[in-house]
Protein backbone atom coordinates (compact mmCIF):
# COMPACT_ATOMS: atom_id res chain seq x y z
CA UNK A 1 0.00 0.00 0.00
CA UNK A 2 1.45 3.27 -0.77
CA UNK A 3 1.94 6.28 1.72
CA UNK A 4 0.86 9.86 1.01
CA UNK A 5 2.31 12.29 3.60
CA UNK A 6 2.13 16.55 3.19
CA UNK A 7 3.31 19.24 5.54
CA UNK A 8 2.65 22.71 5.53
CA UNK A 9 5.31 23.38 7.95
CA UNK A 10 7.21 26.76 9.45
CA UNK A 11 10.57 25.24 8.68
CA UNK A 12 12.54 22.69 6.08
CA UNK A 13 9.88 20.24 5.29
CA UNK A 14 11.73 17.58 3.75
CA UNK A 15 13.49 15.64 6.88
CA UNK A 16 9.90 15.72 8.78
CA UNK A 17 8.41 14.19 5.55
CA UNK A 18 10.79 11.33 5.41
CA UNK A 19 10.70 10.98 9.06
CA UNK A 20 6.60 10.44 8.77
CA UNK A 21 6.59 8.38 5.52
CA UNK A 22 8.66 5.73 7.62
CA UNK A 23 5.89 5.40 10.01
CA UNK A 24 3.90 3.97 6.90
CA UNK A 25 6.76 1.95 5.73
CA UNK A 26 5.10 -1.35 7.45
CA UNK A 27 2.92 -1.27 4.93
CA UNK A 28 5.00 -1.99 1.92
CA UNK A 29 6.66 -0.25 -0.63
CA UNK A 30 9.29 -0.14 -3.14
CA UNK A 31 10.11 3.62 -3.87
CA UNK A 32 10.55 6.88 -2.99
CA UNK A 33 10.04 10.59 -3.07
CA UNK A 34 9.69 13.90 -1.92
CA UNK A 35 8.69 17.49 -3.49
CA UNK A 36 8.70 20.73 -1.69
CA UNK A 37 8.56 23.98 -3.11
CA UNK A 38 12.35 26.32 -3.21
CA UNK A 39 11.61 30.21 -3.77
CA UNK A 40 8.26 28.85 -5.03
CA UNK A 41 9.40 26.28 -7.73
CA UNK A 42 8.77 23.14 -7.49
CA UNK A 43 11.62 20.77 -6.59
CA UNK A 44 11.73 17.10 -6.33
CA UNK A 45 14.36 14.14 -5.15
CA UNK A 46 13.03 9.70 -6.04
CA UNK A 47 14.68 6.79 -5.33
CA UNK A 48 14.25 3.16 -6.13
CA UNK A 49 13.67 1.18 -3.13
CA UNK A 50 13.80 2.36 0.46
CA UNK A 51 13.46 5.10 2.26
CA UNK A 52 17.29 5.18 3.35
CA UNK A 53 18.00 4.96 -0.37
CA UNK A 54 16.04 8.92 -0.45
CA UNK A 55 17.42 10.03 2.79
CA UNK A 56 21.12 9.45 1.07
CA UNK A 57 19.55 11.71 -2.20
CA UNK A 58 18.68 14.28 0.07
CA UNK A 59 22.06 14.08 2.00
CA UNK A 60 23.81 14.24 -1.46
CA UNK A 61 21.24 17.32 -2.79
CA UNK A 62 19.61 18.60 0.15
CA UNK A 63 15.67 20.04 -0.24
CA UNK A 64 14.65 23.79 1.28
CA UNK A 65 11.05 24.63 1.40
CA UNK A 66 8.95 24.62 3.91
CA UNK A 67 6.07 23.10 2.41
CA UNK A 68 5.97 19.56 0.61
CA UNK A 69 4.42 16.21 -0.48
CA UNK A 70 5.96 12.56 0.05
CA UNK A 71 5.14 9.46 -0.91
CA UNK A 72 6.03 5.67 -0.70
CA UNK A 73 4.98 3.86 -3.83
CA UNK A 74 4.08 0.21 -3.77
CA UNK A 75 4.03 -0.36 -7.77
CA UNK A 76 1.07 -0.70 -9.59
CA UNK A 77 1.43 0.40 -13.26
CA UNK A 78 4.94 0.64 -14.00
CA UNK A 79 8.13 -0.68 -12.47
CA UNK A 80 9.51 0.38 -9.04
CA UNK A 81 11.85 2.39 -10.86
CA UNK A 82 13.37 6.09 -9.77
CA UNK A 83 10.98 7.84 -13.10
CA UNK A 84 7.89 6.16 -12.11
CA UNK A 85 7.99 6.92 -8.22
CA UNK A 86 5.89 9.68 -7.19
CA UNK A 87 5.46 12.76 -7.04
CA UNK A 88 4.80 12.79 -10.46
CA UNK A 89 5.09 16.73 -11.95
CA UNK A 90 3.47 18.87 -14.74
CA UNK A 91 2.73 22.43 -15.83
CA UNK A 92 3.28 24.56 -12.22
CA UNK A 93 2.00 20.76 -10.37
CA UNK A 94 3.16 18.37 -8.30
CA UNK A 95 0.78 15.11 -7.00
CA UNK A 96 1.36 11.71 -4.91
CA UNK A 97 -1.25 8.96 -5.19
CA UNK A 98 -2.29 6.40 -3.77
CA UNK A 99 -4.69 3.24 -5.24
CA UNK A 100 -5.54 3.15 -8.93
CA UNK A 101 -6.87 5.06 -11.10
CA UNK A 102 -9.17 2.67 -13.34
CA UNK A 103 -9.85 4.85 -16.14
CA UNK A 104 -5.92 5.87 -16.93
CA UNK A 105 -5.85 4.67 -19.99
CA UNK A 106 -8.97 6.00 -21.70
CA UNK A 107 -6.98 9.63 -20.19
CA UNK A 108 -3.55 8.88 -21.18
CA UNK A 109 -4.69 7.98 -24.73
CA UNK A 110 -6.97 11.56 -24.75
CA UNK A 111 -3.97 13.76 -23.18
CA UNK A 112 -1.36 12.10 -25.75
CA UNK A 113 -4.16 12.84 -28.82
CA UNK A 114 -3.51 16.89 -27.25
CA UNK A 115 -0.25 16.64 -27.34
CA UNK A 116 0.89 15.74 -23.93
CA UNK A 117 4.62 13.82 -23.94
CA UNK A 118 4.32 11.30 -21.00
CA UNK A 119 7.70 10.18 -19.08
CA UNK A 120 6.34 7.82 -16.72
CA UNK A 121 4.39 4.28 -16.83
CA UNK A 122 1.80 5.22 -13.86
CA UNK A 123 -1.64 5.90 -13.66
CA UNK A 124 -0.82 8.93 -11.51
CA UNK A 125 1.08 11.01 -14.76
CA UNK A 126 -2.29 11.12 -16.04
CA UNK A 127 -3.55 13.25 -13.02
CA UNK A 128 -0.79 15.68 -13.03
CA UNK A 129 -1.11 16.83 -16.62
CA UNK A 130 -4.86 17.08 -16.00
CA UNK A 131 -4.14 19.62 -13.36
CA UNK A 132 -1.84 20.92 -15.55
CA UNK A 133 -3.56 21.41 -18.55
CA UNK A 134 -6.28 23.05 -15.87
CA UNK A 135 -3.39 25.54 -14.98
CA UNK A 136 -2.71 26.53 -18.18
CA UNK A 137 -6.20 27.34 -18.98
CA UNK A 138 -6.27 29.74 -16.17
CA UNK A 139 -8.01 27.99 -13.48
CA UNK A 140 -6.98 28.61 -9.79
CA UNK A 141 -5.13 25.75 -7.75
CA UNK A 142 -8.71 24.91 -6.37
CA UNK A 143 -10.66 25.47 -9.39
CA UNK A 144 -8.04 22.81 -11.28
CA UNK A 145 -8.76 20.38 -9.18
CA UNK A 146 -11.78 20.62 -8.61
CA UNK A 147 -12.63 20.64 -12.29
CA UNK A 148 -10.33 17.43 -12.60
CA UNK A 149 -11.38 15.08 -9.71
CA UNK A 150 -15.04 14.28 -11.65
CA UNK A 151 -12.64 12.70 -14.35
CA UNK A 152 -11.30 10.17 -12.46
CA UNK A 153 -12.66 6.51 -11.55
CA UNK A 154 -11.49 3.94 -9.24
CA UNK A 155 -10.23 4.28 -5.70
CA UNK A 156 -7.68 6.59 -4.85
CA UNK A 157 -5.99 9.66 -2.02
CA UNK A 158 -4.37 12.28 -3.68
CA UNK A 159 -2.01 15.31 -2.47
CA UNK A 160 -1.57 18.06 -4.63
CA UNK A 161 1.75 21.05 -4.42
CA UNK A 162 1.74 23.71 -6.37
CA UNK A 163 4.08 26.12 -7.81
CA UNK A 164 3.68 29.92 -6.68
CA UNK A 165 1.66 28.75 -3.79
CA UNK A 166 3.72 28.37 -0.85
CA UNK A 167 0.75 28.11 1.51
CA UNK A 168 -1.47 25.67 -0.14
CA UNK A 169 -1.86 21.96 -0.18
CA UNK A 170 -4.38 20.00 -1.71
CA UNK A 171 -6.27 16.58 -0.75
CA UNK A 172 -8.11 14.45 -2.40
CA UNK A 173 -10.18 11.13 -1.53
CA UNK A 174 -12.08 8.32 -3.26
CA UNK A 175 -12.05 5.07 -1.69
CA UNK A 176 -8.59 5.26 -0.65
CA UNK A 177 -7.93 7.21 3.28
CA UNK A 178 -6.84 10.57 3.77
CA UNK A 179 -6.57 12.70 7.20
CA UNK A 180 -5.82 15.83 7.72
CA UNK A 181 -3.81 16.74 10.75
CA UNK A 182 -3.87 20.14 12.40
CA UNK A 183 -0.46 21.81 14.33
CA UNK A 184 0.39 25.54 15.66
CA UNK A 185 0.89 27.45 12.66
CA UNK A 186 1.38 24.03 10.65
CA UNK A 187 -0.74 21.92 8.65
CA UNK A 188 -0.97 18.11 7.66
CA UNK A 189 -1.86 15.66 5.12
CA UNK A 190 -1.44 11.94 5.56
CA UNK A 191 -3.00 8.51 4.28
CA UNK A 192 -2.55 7.21 7.86
CA UNK A 193 -3.28 8.95 11.15
CA UNK A 194 0.12 7.20 12.14
CA UNK A 195 1.69 9.27 9.79
CA UNK A 196 0.90 12.30 11.29
CA UNK A 197 0.99 11.28 15.17
CA UNK A 198 4.43 12.77 16.14
CA UNK A 199 3.26 15.95 14.84
CA UNK A 200 -0.11 16.40 16.09
CA UNK A 201 -3.26 13.77 17.66
CA UNK A 202 -5.93 16.54 15.78
CA UNK A 203 -7.43 14.75 13.28
CA UNK A 204 -9.92 15.27 10.62
CA UNK A 205 -10.87 12.17 8.24
CA UNK A 206 -11.86 12.98 4.69
CA UNK A 207 -15.13 11.37 3.52
CA UNK A 208 -15.51 9.82 0.67
CA UNK A 209 -15.70 11.90 -2.17
CA UNK A 210 -14.42 15.02 -0.42
CA UNK A 211 -11.30 17.01 -1.29
CA UNK A 212 -9.75 19.48 1.01
CA UNK A 213 -7.45 22.73 0.67
CA UNK A 214 -5.16 23.29 3.54
CA UNK A 215 -3.35 26.96 4.42
CA UNK A 216 -1.01 26.80 7.29
CA UNK A 217 -4.03 28.54 9.23
CA UNK A 218 -7.19 26.88 7.78
CA UNK A 219 -8.50 23.54 6.20
CA UNK A 220 -11.66 23.86 3.87
CA UNK A 221 -13.45 20.70 3.23
CA UNK A 222 -15.64 20.36 0.29
CA UNK A 223 -17.61 17.40 -0.58
CA UNK A 224 -18.04 15.40 -4.32
CA UNK A 225 -20.52 18.26 -5.26
CA UNK A 226 -17.62 21.07 -4.62
CA UNK A 227 -20.38 22.48 -1.57
CA UNK A 228 -18.42 23.50 1.13
CA UNK A 229 -18.69 20.67 3.86
CA UNK A 230 -18.09 20.47 7.74
CA UNK A 231 -16.38 17.59 8.51
CA UNK A 232 -15.10 16.73 12.64
CA UNK A 233 -11.91 16.36 14.30
CA UNK A 234 -11.03 13.78 16.52
CA UNK A 235 -8.35 12.95 18.76
CA UNK A 236 -6.70 9.95 17.79
CA UNK A 237 -4.60 7.38 19.64
CA UNK A 238 -2.14 6.69 16.64
CA UNK A 239 0.66 7.62 18.70
CA UNK A 240 -0.12 5.10 21.43
CA UNK A 241 -0.79 2.06 19.15
CA UNK A 242 0.58 0.99 15.63
CA UNK A 243 -2.42 -0.14 14.36
CA UNK A 244 -5.09 2.64 15.12
CA UNK A 245 -9.23 3.07 14.62
CA UNK A 246 -8.66 5.92 12.70
CA UNK A 247 -12.57 7.48 13.01
CA UNK A 248 -14.11 4.13 13.38
CA UNK A 249 -15.97 2.84 16.17
CA UNK A 250 -14.38 -0.62 15.66
CA UNK A 251 -11.74 -2.34 13.81
CA UNK A 252 -14.10 -4.35 11.77
CA UNK A 253 -15.79 -1.19 10.25
CA UNK A 254 -12.36 0.59 9.51
CA UNK A 255 -11.30 -3.15 7.62
CA UNK A 256 -14.94 -2.94 5.77
CA UNK A 257 -14.13 0.53 4.38
CA UNK A 258 -10.59 -0.41 3.80
CA UNK A 259 -11.29 -2.65 1.48
CA UNK A 260 -11.06 -0.19 -1.97
CA UNK A 261 -7.43 0.13 -1.49
CA UNK A 262 -6.18 -2.27 -0.18
CA UNK A 263 -8.34 -4.83 -2.80
CA UNK A 264 -6.79 -2.68 -5.16
CA UNK A 265 -3.46 -3.03 -3.79
CA UNK A 266 -3.66 -7.20 -4.10
CA UNK A 267 -5.37 -6.39 -7.49
CA UNK A 268 -2.37 -4.31 -8.72
CA UNK A 269 -0.38 -7.05 -7.08
CA UNK A 270 -1.19 -9.85 -9.40
CA UNK A 271 -1.77 -7.97 -13.01
CA UNK A 272 0.06 -5.91 -15.27
CA UNK A 273 -2.48 -2.79 -15.25
CA UNK A 274 -0.78 -1.22 -17.98
CA UNK A 275 -0.95 -4.64 -20.79
CA UNK A 276 -4.25 -5.36 -19.24
CA UNK A 277 -3.15 -8.84 -18.38
CA UNK A 278 -2.87 -11.16 -15.29
CA UNK A 279 0.75 -11.26 -14.23
CA UNK A 280 1.51 -13.82 -11.39
CA UNK A 281 3.72 -12.56 -9.06
CA UNK A 282 5.37 -15.97 -8.96
CA UNK A 283 5.99 -18.97 -10.85
CA UNK A 284 3.13 -21.67 -10.84
CA UNK A 285 4.68 -24.82 -8.86
CA UNK A 286 2.65 -26.87 -11.39
CA UNK A 287 2.63 -27.50 -15.19
CA UNK A 288 -1.40 -25.97 -15.77
CA UNK A 289 -2.13 -27.98 -18.56
CA UNK A 290 -0.76 -31.25 -17.01
CA UNK A 291 -3.63 -31.04 -14.25
CA UNK A 292 -6.69 -32.74 -14.04
CA UNK A 293 -7.99 -31.09 -11.26
CA UNK A 294 -7.25 -28.72 -8.44
CA UNK A 295 -7.97 -29.22 -4.84
CA UNK A 296 -8.82 -25.97 -2.22
CA UNK A 297 -8.89 -26.59 1.41
CA UNK A 298 -9.41 -23.87 4.03
CA UNK A 299 -11.54 -23.20 6.91
CA UNK A 300 -14.66 -20.45 7.71
CA UNK A 301 -14.88 -17.42 6.11
CA UNK A 302 -11.06 -18.16 3.92
CA UNK A 303 -13.10 -21.70 2.83
CA UNK A 304 -15.93 -19.83 1.28
CA UNK A 305 -13.43 -17.80 -0.63
CA UNK A 306 -12.18 -21.17 -1.80
CA UNK A 307 -15.62 -21.81 -2.71
CA UNK A 308 -15.88 -18.85 -5.15
CA UNK A 309 -12.69 -19.78 -6.38
CA UNK A 310 -14.28 -23.09 -7.79
CA UNK A 311 -16.76 -21.28 -10.02
CA UNK A 312 -14.01 -19.16 -11.52
CA UNK A 313 -11.57 -22.23 -11.68
CA UNK A 314 -14.41 -24.58 -13.56
CA UNK A 315 -15.80 -21.45 -15.67
CA UNK A 316 -12.45 -19.68 -16.85
CA UNK A 317 -9.76 -22.77 -16.61
CA UNK A 318 -12.60 -25.46 -17.43
CA UNK A 319 -10.41 -27.57 -14.56
CA UNK A 320 -12.48 -29.53 -12.30
CA UNK A 321 -12.01 -28.38 -8.31
CA UNK A 322 -12.54 -30.59 -5.46
CA UNK A 323 -12.92 -28.35 -2.39
CA UNK A 324 -13.44 -28.94 1.45
CA UNK A 325 -13.57 -27.87 5.05
CA UNK A 326 -9.51 -28.53 6.42
CA UNK A 327 -10.66 -30.08 9.24
CA UNK A 328 -12.29 -32.90 7.02
CA UNK A 329 -10.06 -33.00 4.83
CA UNK A 330 -7.04 -33.75 7.17
CA UNK A 331 -8.73 -36.93 8.07
CA UNK A 332 -10.94 -38.19 4.87
CA UNK A 333 -7.41 -39.80 3.91
CA UNK A 334 -8.02 -38.57 0.38
CA UNK A 335 -5.94 -40.24 -2.73
CA UNK A 336 -4.10 -37.39 -4.38
CA UNK A 337 -2.06 -37.58 -7.52
CA UNK A 338 1.96 -36.17 -7.07
CA UNK A 339 2.57 -33.07 -8.68
CA UNK A 340 -1.14 -32.23 -8.61
CA UNK A 341 -1.93 -28.58 -6.96
CA UNK A 342 -3.52 -28.07 -3.78
CA UNK A 343 -4.52 -24.43 -3.20
CA UNK A 344 -4.57 -23.95 0.84
CA UNK A 345 -6.15 -20.31 1.87
CA UNK A 346 -6.12 -18.54 5.29
CA UNK A 347 -5.34 -14.81 6.77
CA UNK A 348 -2.88 -16.00 9.59
CA UNK A 349 -1.42 -19.07 8.18
CA UNK A 350 -1.33 -20.58 11.19
CA UNK A 351 -4.78 -22.33 11.20
CA UNK A 352 -4.01 -25.74 12.58
CA UNK A 353 -6.68 -27.87 10.33
CA UNK A 354 -5.33 -25.54 7.17
CA UNK A 355 -1.92 -26.32 7.71
CA UNK A 356 -2.63 -30.01 8.80
CA UNK A 357 -4.45 -30.16 5.48
CA UNK A 358 -1.44 -28.61 3.96
CA UNK A 359 1.30 -31.20 5.32
CA UNK A 360 -1.18 -34.17 3.93
CA UNK A 361 -1.27 -32.97 0.09
CA UNK A 362 2.41 -32.40 0.36
CA UNK A 363 2.52 -35.94 1.95
CA UNK A 364 0.83 -37.28 -1.19
CA UNK A 365 3.06 -35.67 -3.43
CA UNK A 366 1.15 -32.48 -4.23
CA UNK A 367 2.25 -29.23 -5.14
CA UNK A 368 1.04 -26.45 -2.33
CA UNK A 369 0.21 -23.02 -3.15
CA UNK A 370 -0.81 -20.89 0.18
CA UNK A 371 -3.21 -17.38 -0.13
CA UNK A 372 -1.98 -16.29 3.17
CA UNK A 373 -1.92 -12.59 4.80
CA UNK A 374 0.80 -12.96 6.72
CA UNK A 375 3.75 -13.96 4.51
CA UNK A 376 6.08 -14.80 7.81
CA UNK A 377 3.40 -17.76 9.22
CA UNK A 378 3.92 -21.44 8.92
CA UNK A 379 1.55 -21.78 6.14
CA UNK A 380 3.71 -19.35 3.90
CA UNK A 381 6.89 -21.06 5.31
CA UNK A 382 5.92 -24.50 4.78
CA UNK A 383 4.34 -24.26 1.30
CA UNK A 384 5.78 -24.39 -1.98
CA UNK A 385 4.60 -21.05 -3.12
CA UNK A 386 3.21 -18.20 -1.43
CA UNK A 387 0.32 -16.19 -3.19
CA UNK A 388 0.01 -13.19 -0.73
CA UNK A 389 -3.22 -11.22 0.30
CA UNK A 390 -1.97 -7.58 0.65
CA UNK A 391 -4.96 -6.58 3.42
CA UNK A 392 -2.81 -5.30 6.11
CA UNK A 393 -3.08 -6.14 9.87
CA UNK A 394 -6.95 -7.72 10.44
CA UNK A 395 -7.83 -7.10 13.74
CA UNK A 396 -11.15 -7.59 13.80
CA UNK A 397 -11.92 -11.22 14.64
CA UNK A 398 -14.74 -11.35 11.74
CA UNK A 399 -12.61 -11.45 8.48
CA UNK A 400 -13.60 -9.00 5.88
CA UNK A 401 -10.74 -7.32 4.08
CA UNK A 402 -8.75 -10.15 4.41
CA UNK A 403 -11.69 -12.48 2.13
CA UNK A 404 -12.16 -10.09 -0.04
CA UNK A 405 -8.61 -9.66 -0.95
CA UNK A 406 -8.57 -13.91 -0.90
CA UNK A 407 -10.98 -13.74 -3.43
CA UNK A 408 -8.99 -10.78 -5.26
CA UNK A 409 -5.52 -13.07 -5.50
CA UNK A 410 -8.12 -15.79 -6.10
CA UNK A 411 -9.76 -14.55 -9.33
CA UNK A 412 -6.23 -13.54 -10.81
CA UNK A 413 -4.92 -17.18 -9.98
CA UNK A 414 -7.79 -18.77 -11.75
CA UNK A 415 -7.31 -16.26 -15.09
CA UNK A 416 -3.78 -17.40 -15.06
CA UNK A 417 -4.74 -21.03 -14.45
CA UNK A 418 -7.37 -20.14 -17.86
CA UNK A 419 -4.49 -18.72 -20.10
CA UNK A 420 -2.37 -21.45 -19.19
CA UNK A 421 -4.45 -24.18 -20.08
CA UNK A 422 -5.93 -22.61 -23.66
CA UNK A 423 -8.95 -22.24 -21.83
CA UNK A 424 -9.25 -18.22 -21.78
CA UNK A 425 -8.26 -15.96 -25.24
CA UNK A 426 -6.36 -12.90 -24.42
CA UNK A 427 -9.53 -11.15 -25.55
CA UNK A 428 -11.61 -12.74 -22.70
CA UNK A 429 -8.74 -12.56 -20.51
CA UNK A 430 -8.35 -8.81 -21.16
CA UNK A 431 -12.02 -8.28 -20.39
CA UNK A 432 -11.99 -10.21 -16.75
CA UNK A 433 -9.20 -8.30 -16.16
CA UNK A 434 -10.78 -4.56 -16.82
CA UNK A 435 -13.92 -5.97 -14.24
CA UNK A 436 -11.09 -6.51 -12.03
CA UNK A 437 -9.60 -3.18 -12.07
CA UNK A 438 -13.10 -1.44 -11.64
CA UNK A 439 -13.85 -3.83 -8.63
CA UNK A 440 -12.11 -1.16 -6.01
CA UNK A 441 -14.01 1.70 -7.52
CA UNK A 442 -17.37 -0.45 -7.23
CA UNK A 443 -16.48 -1.35 -3.30
CA UNK A 444 -16.43 2.26 -2.47
CA UNK A 445 -19.44 2.54 -4.43
CA UNK A 446 -21.28 -0.01 -2.33
CA UNK A 447 -19.39 1.79 0.48
CA UNK A 448 -21.74 4.79 0.45
CA UNK A 449 -24.94 2.43 0.80
CA UNK A 450 -24.05 2.14 4.48
CA UNK A 451 -26.30 4.36 6.40
CA UNK A 452 -29.28 2.76 4.29
CA UNK A 453 -28.34 -0.53 5.34
CA UNK A 454 -27.50 0.29 8.89
CA UNK A 455 -31.17 1.16 9.00
CA UNK A 456 -32.46 -2.66 7.42
CA UNK A 457 -29.57 -3.78 10.12
CA UNK A 458 -31.89 -2.12 12.85
CA UNK A 459 -34.68 -4.20 11.78
CA UNK A 460 -32.84 -7.32 11.26
CA UNK A 461 -31.06 -6.90 15.08
CA UNK A 462 -35.59 -8.05 15.88
CA UNK A 463 -34.96 -11.33 14.34
CA UNK A 464 -34.23 -14.49 15.69
CA UNK A 465 -33.54 -16.23 12.41
CA UNK A 466 -32.22 -15.49 8.81
CA UNK A 467 -32.03 -17.12 5.43
CA UNK A 468 -29.25 -15.91 2.83
CA UNK A 469 -29.88 -17.41 -0.77
CA UNK A 470 -27.65 -16.78 -3.52
CA UNK A 471 -27.27 -18.87 -6.51
CA UNK A 472 -23.69 -20.05 -8.55
CA UNK A 473 -21.14 -17.67 -7.46
CA UNK A 474 -23.96 -16.25 -4.57
CA UNK A 475 -24.37 -19.19 -2.94
CA UNK A 476 -20.86 -19.25 -1.35
CA UNK A 477 -21.34 -15.64 -0.39
CA UNK A 478 -24.86 -16.58 0.55
CA UNK A 479 -22.81 -18.85 2.98
CA UNK A 480 -20.25 -15.86 3.79
CA UNK A 481 -23.43 -13.80 4.80
CA UNK A 482 -24.93 -16.42 7.35
CA UNK A 483 -21.30 -16.87 9.08
CA UNK A 484 -21.10 -12.92 9.45
CA UNK A 485 -24.49 -12.05 11.22
CA UNK A 486 -24.04 -15.46 13.13
CA UNK A 487 -20.46 -14.71 14.80
CA UNK A 488 -20.84 -11.20 15.61
CA UNK A 489 -24.74 -10.69 15.99
CA UNK A 490 -25.04 -14.59 17.49
CA UNK A 491 -28.41 -14.16 15.35
CA UNK A 492 -28.95 -17.76 14.20
CA UNK A 493 -28.64 -17.45 9.94
CA UNK A 494 -28.25 -19.97 7.58
CA UNK A 495 -27.01 -19.61 3.97
CA UNK A 496 -28.74 -21.97 1.05
CA UNK A 497 -28.19 -22.19 -2.34
CA UNK A 498 -31.68 -20.62 -3.78
CA UNK A 499 -32.40 -23.73 -6.22
CA UNK A 500 -32.64 -25.42 -2.95
CA UNK A 501 -34.81 -24.11 -1.49
CA UNK A 502 -37.93 -25.92 -2.14
CA UNK A 503 -36.06 -29.44 -0.90
CA UNK A 504 -36.26 -28.19 2.64
CA UNK A 505 -35.86 -24.56 3.51
CA UNK A 506 -39.27 -23.32 2.08
CA UNK A 507 -40.88 -24.98 5.12
CA UNK A 508 -39.16 -22.12 7.43
CA UNK A 509 -40.79 -19.12 5.44
CA UNK A 510 -43.50 -17.41 7.24
CA UNK A 511 -43.83 -13.47 7.84
CA UNK A 512 -41.19 -13.51 10.47
CA UNK A 513 -37.86 -14.81 8.99
CA UNK A 514 -35.96 -12.54 7.25
CA UNK A 515 -34.92 -14.05 3.66
CA UNK A 516 -32.05 -11.97 2.17
CA UNK A 517 -31.24 -12.38 -1.43
CA UNK A 518 -28.09 -12.24 -3.16
CA UNK A 519 -29.10 -11.43 -6.46
CA UNK A 520 -26.50 -9.64 -9.14
CA UNK A 521 -27.76 -9.49 -12.90
CA UNK A 522 -25.50 -12.50 -14.05
CA UNK A 523 -26.48 -16.35 -15.99
CA UNK A 524 -28.59 -17.57 -13.08
CA UNK A 525 -30.74 -13.85 -12.32
CA UNK A 526 -34.05 -15.69 -13.98
CA UNK A 527 -33.89 -18.26 -11.80
CA UNK A 528 -32.86 -16.00 -8.80
CA UNK A 529 -35.59 -14.55 -9.59
CA UNK A 530 -38.57 -17.36 -9.27
CA UNK A 531 -37.00 -18.56 -5.92
CA UNK A 532 -37.81 -14.62 -4.76
CA UNK A 533 -40.82 -15.07 -6.41
CA UNK A 534 -41.48 -18.52 -4.44
CA UNK A 535 -40.76 -16.63 -1.21
CA UNK A 536 -43.14 -13.70 -1.63
CA UNK A 537 -45.82 -16.52 -2.50
CA UNK A 538 -45.55 -17.74 0.87
CA UNK A 539 -45.74 -14.25 2.82
CA UNK A 540 -41.90 -13.99 3.30
CA UNK A 541 -39.99 -11.24 4.34
CA UNK A 542 -37.71 -10.54 1.28
CA UNK A 543 -34.66 -8.46 1.60
CA UNK A 544 -32.84 -8.40 -2.06
CA UNK A 545 -29.46 -7.59 -2.56
CA UNK A 546 -29.21 -6.52 -6.38
CA UNK A 547 -28.96 -4.16 -8.88
CA UNK A 548 -31.94 -2.36 -10.33
CA UNK A 549 -32.37 -4.86 -13.40
CA UNK A 550 -32.98 -7.65 -10.78
CA UNK A 551 -35.50 -5.95 -8.44
CA UNK A 552 -37.15 -5.30 -11.50
CA UNK A 553 -37.02 -8.34 -12.87
CA UNK A 554 -38.60 -9.65 -9.22
CA UNK A 555 -41.44 -8.05 -9.73
CA UNK A 556 -42.75 -8.65 -5.92
CA UNK A 557 -42.89 -6.74 -3.24
CA UNK A 558 -39.66 -6.39 -1.48
CA UNK A 559 -39.46 -5.21 2.02
CA UNK A 560 -36.24 -3.79 1.60
CA UNK A 561 -33.89 -3.55 -1.50
CA UNK A 562 -30.46 -2.72 -1.23
CA UNK A 563 -29.01 -1.19 -4.43
CA UNK A 564 -26.24 -2.64 -6.04
CA UNK A 565 -23.84 -0.79 -8.33
CA UNK A 566 -24.54 -1.85 -12.16
CA UNK A 567 -21.38 -4.40 -13.13
CA UNK A 568 -19.95 -6.94 -14.61
CA UNK A 569 -21.01 -9.91 -12.75
CA UNK A 570 -18.03 -12.55 -12.91
CA UNK A 571 -16.33 -11.01 -9.57
CA UNK A 572 -19.64 -9.73 -7.80
CA UNK A 573 -18.55 -11.58 -4.69
CA UNK A 574 -15.80 -9.35 -4.41
CA UNK A 575 -18.52 -6.41 -4.44
CA UNK A 576 -21.45 -7.87 -3.06
CA UNK A 577 -19.19 -8.48 0.43
CA UNK A 578 -19.45 -5.36 1.42
CA UNK A 579 -22.87 -4.93 2.26
CA UNK A 580 -23.36 -8.27 3.74
CA UNK A 581 -20.65 -7.26 6.27
CA UNK A 582 -22.08 -4.34 6.53
CA UNK A 583 -25.37 -6.04 7.70
CA UNK A 584 -24.13 -8.39 10.14
CA UNK A 585 -21.75 -5.40 11.98
CA UNK A 586 -24.57 -2.97 12.19
CA UNK A 587 -27.01 -5.51 13.40
CA UNK A 588 -24.22 -6.72 15.95
CA UNK A 589 -23.60 -2.74 16.96
CA UNK A 590 -27.48 -2.31 16.87
CA UNK A 591 -27.57 -5.53 19.52
CA UNK A 592 -24.60 -3.96 21.51
CA UNK A 593 -22.58 -6.80 21.02
CA UNK A 594 -18.67 -7.15 21.04
CA UNK A 595 -18.01 -6.52 17.64
CA UNK A 596 -14.55 -6.83 17.05
CA UNK A 597 -14.33 -9.83 20.06
CA UNK A 598 -17.16 -12.00 19.69
CA UNK A 599 -17.85 -14.21 22.23
CA UNK A 600 -15.91 -17.90 22.18
CA UNK A 601 -13.80 -16.73 18.79
CA UNK A 602 -10.09 -16.25 18.37
CA UNK A 603 -8.73 -14.80 15.57
CA UNK A 604 -6.20 -17.41 15.03
CA UNK A 605 -7.25 -20.99 15.29
CA UNK A 606 -4.11 -22.65 16.14
CA UNK A 607 -5.60 -26.10 18.04
CA UNK A 608 -8.20 -27.95 16.16
C1 LIG B 1 -14.92 -15.72 10.03
C2 LIG B 1 -13.52 -16.00 10.24
C3 LIG B 1 -13.08 -17.42 10.36
C4 LIG B 1 -11.73 -17.62 9.64
C5 LIG B 1 -11.22 -19.05 9.87
C6 LIG B 1 -9.94 -19.31 9.13
O1 LIG B 1 -15.17 -14.36 9.92
O2 LIG B 1 -12.72 -15.10 10.34
O3 LIG B 1 -14.04 -18.28 9.85
O4 LIG B 1 -11.91 -17.36 8.29
O5 LIG B 1 -11.03 -19.26 11.24
O6 LIG B 1 -8.91 -18.48 9.58
P1 LIG B 1 -7.62 -18.26 8.71
O7 LIG B 1 -8.04 -17.54 7.46
O8 LIG B 1 -6.70 -17.43 9.56
O9 LIG B 1 -7.07 -19.62 8.40
Known amino acids: MCGIVGILGQGPVAGQIVDS????EYRGYDSAGVATLEGGLLTRRRAQGK?????ARLAEEPLAGSIGIGHTRWATHGKPTEVNAHPHASDGVAVVHNGIIENFRELRAELIARGVAFTTETDTEVVAHLVGEQLQYGKTPKEAVAAMLPRLRGAFALAFLFEGEEDLLIGARQGAPLAVGYGEGEMYLGSDALALAPFTNLITYLEDGDWVALTRESAE???????LANRARVRTEASAFLVDRGNHRHFMSKEIHEQPEVVGRTIAHYLDMSAGRVSLPFELPVDPAALDRVTIVACGTAYLAGLCAKYWIERFARLPVEIDVASEFRYRETPMRPNGLTIVISQSG?????????????GEGQKTLAVVNVTTSTIARECDVVAPTLAGPEIGVASTKAFTCQLAALAAVAIALGRARGALTAEVEARLVSELIAIPGLMAEAIKGEAAVAQIAHQLSRSSDVLYLGRGVSYPMALEGALKLKEISYIHAEGYPAGELKHGPIALIDEKMPVIVLSPSDQWLEKTVSNVQEVAAR????????????AAEADVHLEKFIQMPDMAADFAPLVYAVPIQMLAYHTAVAMGKDVDQPRNLAKSVTVE
Do not use: H, P, V, W
Not at 350 to 362: Q, V
Open 21 to 24: LKRL
Open 51 to 55: LKNLA
Open 221 to 227: FYDAQNR
Open 350 to 362: ETADTLASMRYAK
Open 539 to 550: GGRIILIGDARA
